[in-house]
């Protein structure tokens, strides 16, 4: 499933073949579309189609470059619109700096009017941006009464654009420019920033992706923008489609499928979700989200029992590796984890653990030799570089020994699995060189790092 988050529907350019339009995308895998509106009339045509075809929502507003036609009583008509169930934003709207001619004071007063709706209605914005980041984030920044839970649509600013508008809390719509030649800095910048906060658009009728320019653009393209995402991040085409669609339906408040994996895959890993129990707290966790991990839905109804867990594994053979871990601490689960472990080593997997290293603390015994010949990796969610900054981190149940216990589990458990490896988050409070040091120097196992993302989003040490 794909939805398209900003498409023109209600333009003259498909006055024609809508119909055709809409069954393409539908062929294209395309389920939801959101109609985009710039201006007071094109607000009720996007309303109407919304009417019309079921699968459409709509956003009313009107776009920086039409703020003459903005008056008060625009206002008020658009009010009464996105009251409409099939209204799930307020946009285009935004600021374009761009064009000769434009009026600053104008683009802001407009703005802030049609921002105070969205925070009134509680609404996400769609917001255009054009040679303006710096003064777009400026303005949320300094109007914290004012709603930034929304999407700068057709994003094509810098990184630090990108982090700016991350930090405040808002998405980033990317569409058929990265599949462009000229594309390469907005590769980079996804590449850095990563997909939680990302949306797939195409901005039909208008930026058609490479493959498709001189061409009117339409839903159905948006393939080529996945696949642009997919190699700008080294996830796969279905990864990507995954966790856009996902973020799509966070973003406008759509309906949700809520159906547990107890086995889900990225990139070319499957992943065996043994458990939400965790003797950790972390501050980061999805668990005090909503569950959700790159698109995926983890809250598990009951635990699974061995059996289960490997019918829903299936078919290994085009996985590099199988990994055992859960949105939680599966050492819990210690006898179901070697079961499945053994059952997939028999099928000739590779199998790997991810664990915070509390299955020592956990038996009050040392597990670690059960793990052996059964393992092929261990990874241990490492989290900081003393107590100290690891209760603040981890909020463990056991304060007083849970660091240690987790450092003596990686100690121990390298005797018995041959390729043991720490992984820590670079929040600001980690010292990343003291973390490097216990790992490789007093520990001897190897060590990775992951960077955060901005705040005010969750991150996943999940082994991703």
Same mark, same amino acid.
């Given at each position: ?10 333009? !003259? !350019? ?63 008509? =658009?009010?009464?619109?996105?009251? &409409? ?20 004071? $104008? ?13 009134? =209605? ?7 941006? $054009? ?28 990184? +630090? ?10 998405? &980033? ?42 061409? $009117? ?81 983890? !809250? ?9 867990? =490997? ?40 199998? $790997? ?22 393992? +092929? ?41 041959? +390729? ?6 670079? =929040? ?13 120097? !007093? ?22």
């Amino acid at each position: 499933m794909l939805i398209d988050t900003h498409a023109h529907l209600e333009d !003259k !350019k498909f006055s024609r073949d809508l119909d055709r339009v809409l069954a393409r995308a539908k062929d294209a895998g395309i389920e939801r579309l959101v109609c985009i509106a710039d201006d007071l009339s094109s607000s009720r045509r996007a309303v109407d189609l919304a009417k019309r075809f079921p699968f459409l929502r709509a956003a009313v507003g009107v776009h920086p470059q039409h703020d003459r036609t903005f008056r008060d009583d625009t206002l008020a008509e =658009l009010k009464e619109l996105a009251r &409409l169930d099939s209204v799930v934003a307020i946009g285009e709207v935004g600021l374009d700096f761009h064009w000769d001619g434009f009026d600053r004071d $104008r683009q802001f007063r407009v703005l802030a009017s049609q921002a105070e709706l969205a925070s009134e =209605l509680s609404l996400p914005l769609v917001l255009h941006c $054009r040679d303006a980041y710096p003064e777009l984030i400026d303005f949320f920044s300094s109007n914290p009464d004012i709603t930034s839970r929304g999407v700068v649509h057709c994003f094509s600013g810098t990184c +630090d654009d990108a982090f700016g508008l991350l930090d405040l809390g808002f998405y &980033l719509g990317v569409g058929g420019v990265i599949t462009y030649p000229n594309g390469s800095h907005l590769r980079e910048t996804i590449a850095r920033v990563g997909l939680d906060r990302i949306v797939a658009e195409t901005d039909s009728p208008y930026l058609p992706p490479q493959k498709k320019r001189g061409r $009117r653009n339409e839903p159905s393209y948006m393939k080529f923008t996945i696949k642009g995402l997919a190699d700008a991040t080294g996830f796969t085409y279905q990864d990507v489609a995954r966790i856009t669609t996902a973020n799509a339906v966070k973003l406008y408040g759509l309906d949700v499928d809520d159906t547990t994996e107890i086995t889900y895959s990225v990139r070319n890993r499957l992943y065996v979700n043994v458990t939400n129990r965790c003797t950790n707290e972390c501050c980061f966790c999805e668990r005090d989200d909503d569950y959700r991990l790159l698109g995926h839905y983890l !809250k598990l109804p009951g635990e699974p029992s061995a059996s289960e867990l =490997l019918d829903a594994v299936g078919d290994t053979d085009r996985f590099e590796e199988v990994v055992i871990c859960g949105l939680g601490e599966p050492t819990l689960r210690l006898d179901v984890v070697l079961k499945v472990a053994e059952a997939l080593k028999v099928r000739g997997c590779r199998v $790997r653990l991810n664990t915070n290293g509390h299955g020592n603390l956990i038996h009050g015994k040392n597990i670690t030799s059960r793990l052996s010949g059964v393992f +092929d990796s261990v990874t241990v969610t490492m989290n900081a570089h003393n107590k100290k900054t690891y209760n603040k981190i981890s909020s463990p149940q056991d304060r007083k020994g849970a660091f240690d216990a987790m450092l003596d589990f990686t100690k121990k458990v390298k005797r018995h699995v041959p +390729d043991v490896r720490m992984r820590v988050l670079a =929040l600001p409070e980690v010292d990343i060189e003291a973390c490097r040091a216990l790992a490789e120097d !007093k520990l001897k196992v190897r060590f990775q790092v992951r960077a955060p993302r901005p705040q005010g989003y969750p991150v996943s040490t999940n082994g991703f």
